[in-house]
């Protein structure tokens, strides 16, 4: 058995421990605070009569709401629902692990290994939400980038975006590095808007309250109590309501994207959407501890971090995890410090990568620290 075949099974050998663990938590043979998932108390919402964004409202972006739907139909008991789901996921993993084997050679097999099949987080939340589904079609969106397939690339990341939301970051980085002329980036953006508005404008006219609710709920919503925006109001409560941190929160995520984009050279397409993603989570409004899945394949792809540096950022996470539920469903004296703590750790060590990412690019030649390159990348869009 060659170590292709190794990793993939070793991948979906974790999703299938992964879906046990939290099983186990949904029928209480382990702490609810331990095995909690997002996946098992929207069985609920499954089995309510209606179809979502038409009849329901659910919070998450179309794909992921039909999919619930879907894992309810089949299923028709929670067990049923709850294995199926699993089910996906692993199939999805395998694949995706295939793909990520396929991007990298036979000497950095132990990258996908390493920070992807064994991570800690594969473990803990390739079932304990959807983001599977996403990440699914950023991987394939990363293999059509290899071979020069941008409007591929731009039609997957539109499935992504429908799943989850997260992966429209990255058409910035596509527009913008790619070696394309104008004409070409209106075709993906084409691409981007056809596949989007194919799955998306069916439930839009159906019912647009319904599906407008995911961005509606989303922009009112206060951070969770893991975000770093939550423990900045803890101190400054008085300054940091909802609009004022959803303003911030997009001005920085805009301004170190355009930056970032900006100094990267032309072809940096794969970095630029690590980077964009690094972005995203240091500067979000809502953190959920699942997120570190969306690095999970640049550490494989791009820049492998240091062990140390990778399992410090994976064990703050998982404190925080499970001192955050036991807060919420045990209120545990003392454990909110402890996240509040570990929150500010991880957001370190995630600035601790961002700025590796850079030394490691500007060693190999790969960015431009310069106001020159950056005012003339700008110029060149315009």
Known sequence: MNSRIKIIILSVVVVVLSALFHWLGAIKLIPWYIGYSDVAPFFQKALE??????????EYPVMTGMFIQAMGFVGK???GYYIGSAIVFILLTGVSSYFLLKMVGQDTHGHVLYFWALAPSMFL???YNWDVLALFFVVLALYALRSERYYRASALLALGFSAKFYPIIYMLPLLILAPLTKRRKLVVVLAFLVVAAAVNVPFMVA???GWFYFFSFNATRMPNVDSPWNVLGVMIPSLLDVHTINGISLVLFLLGSLWLCGILRKGEVEAGFFGITLSFLLFTKVFSPQYLLWLLPFF?????PSRKLFYALELSNAVVLFSTLSFLFRDAPGSLVTTYAFVVARHCFLVFIFISLLYTLQRHGRVELSFSSLRERYLALS
């Open 125 to 127: 939340f390739s079932v």
């Open 77 to 79: 008991t929670f067990h």
């Open 49 to 58: 009569p209606g179809l979502p964004y038409i009849d329901k409202l659910i």
């Open 300 to 304: 494989a792809l791009v820049l492998p």
């Open 207 to 209: 019912y647009y309250p």
